[in-house]
């Protein structure tokens, strides 16, 4: 027991005590216990009264004078007032850095409640997204940013994903990212990237110009190399080992200005595909002849498993580009003698394109880097079969606008599988099925 308690119960025992006494010399028991009780009651009251006024003027004076218990209380209470202002004085420097540090950040931060409002935003998000402090809180967003691109992506957003919209200052881009956070709130994070755009633009422009200029030349190099071969005869024999390198080469680099110039063609055009139906099937009869024919002495064994009826919107001659991309890969890196099988099939998840090899795989660690540009496993191998290292780079473009990515499984000496996902939005309905609806559980017919 503490000593303000072992005091305090003195107090109450001598009182008792005094009543006793005085009930012994003057007899009237009860008219001293009443006296003393009320006495008590008395001192208590007067107490309490302090405290209460202490308290409702915020405790922030010194405590009220008292001794023995009374004094501990108000002594405790005083500390824990001194403790929580402290921690208050702690909290509100803490939150006026962290405003401080926000309003220098250069990118829009904006707080969203479960509904989408506004609940707070920094000053960068005042100019790039043109709110406003006053009137703006409490608003929901998408009354007040109304790009259609922006508002497709705050009801549908995934995690990871982010949109490009204009900005509300000077007519810059913004790219737009939403992380959800906490109880149902959102924080949307939107960065200028207008400089990183121009000079994106800068580089496919440059890319586009040089390919588009050395294409001539190369045409030219190329074309007379040829007819100088014709002409070879027996005093210009020598010639002619020299010139067939000149007349590959030029036509690799031809090749390899082709592969780019389509490239720039996929990153500039934003129109997305057109939802013109792509008769899938009869695409990828042609191109396993064409395989077939590129296999040659190989003696590939080429399957197709197509189901005729599938057919999905886009553009034939970017599909026809990707899927070929993927098949002549197939051949050119399957030893003599190997199975190559290539699958078109929808499923509940929407429809499927593969080409599986039975060549000697990926390693692991080179998988998510295949689809950059010249990147290559084994460089000379890729050359010697006349790889331009941009094959894969233009299935993901092409796939990116079917919002898909190339999937591929591999495993070195166990062959591999390189697949295209669209989703069921691209499937062509059959005649008499709803529009947009996925048809699943097909098994694709063989067709040898
Ligand atoms: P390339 O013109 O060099 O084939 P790609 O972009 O088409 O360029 O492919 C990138 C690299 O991926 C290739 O260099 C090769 O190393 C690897 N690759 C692609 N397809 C296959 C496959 N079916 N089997 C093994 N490796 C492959």
Not at 44 to 50: M, T
Not at 196 to 213: G, I, K
Request: charged content about 20%.
């Amino acid at each position: 027991m503490s000593r303000f308690w072992t005091e305090e119960l003195w107090r109450l025992g001598l009182g008792l005590l005094a009543t006793l006494v005085a009930w012994v010399l003057f007899g009237e028991f009860f008219l001293f216990a009443t006296l003393f009780l009320g006495l008590y009651v008395v001192r208590l009251l007067l107490r309490l009264r302090a405290l209460e006024r202490w308290l409702s003027g915020g405790a922030r004076r010194d405590p009220p004078e008292a001794t023995g218990i009374w004094g501990e209380i108000f002594h405790q209470i005083y500390l824990l007032q001194r403790r929580s202002l402290k921690r208050q004085r702690k909290l509100t420097a803490v939150v006026n850095r962290f405003q401080e540090a926000t309003s220098a950040m250069p990118d829009a931060a904006v707080v969203l409640g479960s509904n989408d409002e506004i609940q707070w935003f920094n000053d960068a998000a005042g100019l790039l997204l043109g709110l406003n402090w006053a009137s703006d809180r409490g608003q929901r967003i998408d009354n007040l940013v109304r790009f259609p691109g922006f508002i497709e992506f705050l009801r549908h957003h995934k995690a990871g994903e982010s949109v490009l919209m204009p900005s509300a200052d000077q007519g810059g881009t913004l790219s737009v990212r939403i992380v959800p956070y906490g109880n149902d709130q959102q924080l949307l994070i939107a960065r200028d990237v207008s400089q990183q755009q121009r000079l994106d633009q800068m580089r496919q422009d440059f890319v586009a110009n040089v390919s588009h200029e050395l294409r001539t030349p190369l045409t030219v190099v190329s074309g007379c190399a040829e007819t100088l071969i014709e002409d070879c005869d027996e005093h210009t024999e020598g010639w002619r080992r020299p010139l067939t390198l000149i007349q590959q080469q030029s036509a690799r680099m031809l090749n390899i200005i082709q592969d780019l110039l389509l490239l720039s063609t996929l990153e500039t055009d934003r129109s997305g595909p057109p939802r013109e139906p792509v008769a899938v099937a009869a695409m990828l009869a042609s191109i396993t002849e064409d395989a077939r024919i590129l296999s040659g002495e190989k003696g590939h064994t080429i399957r197709l498993e197509a189901d005729p009826e599938l057919d999905i919107y886009g553009v034939e001659s970017q599909l026809h580009s990707a899927f070929n991309n993927l098949v002549s890969n197939a051949v050119r890196y399957t030893p003599k003698g190997g199975e190559i099988t290539l699958r078109w099939y929808c499923d509940e998840q929407g429809a499927h394109f593969e080409v599986s090899d039975t060549g000697p795989g990926i390693p692991e660690e080179h998988i998510p880097r295949l689809t950059e540009r010249f990147y290559r496993v084994d460089v000379g191998r890729s050359r010697q079969s006349g790889g331009t290292g941009l094959g894969l780079a233009i299935v993901k473009h092409v796939l990116s606008r079917y919002r898909s990515q190339l999937r591929v499984e591999s495993a070195c000496g166990h062959g591999s599988t390189f697949a295209c996902d669209f989703s069921p939005d691209w499937v062509v309905p059959a005649a008499g099925e709803a529009p947009q609806v996925a048809r699943g559980g097909h098994t694709p017919p063989v067709r040898a």
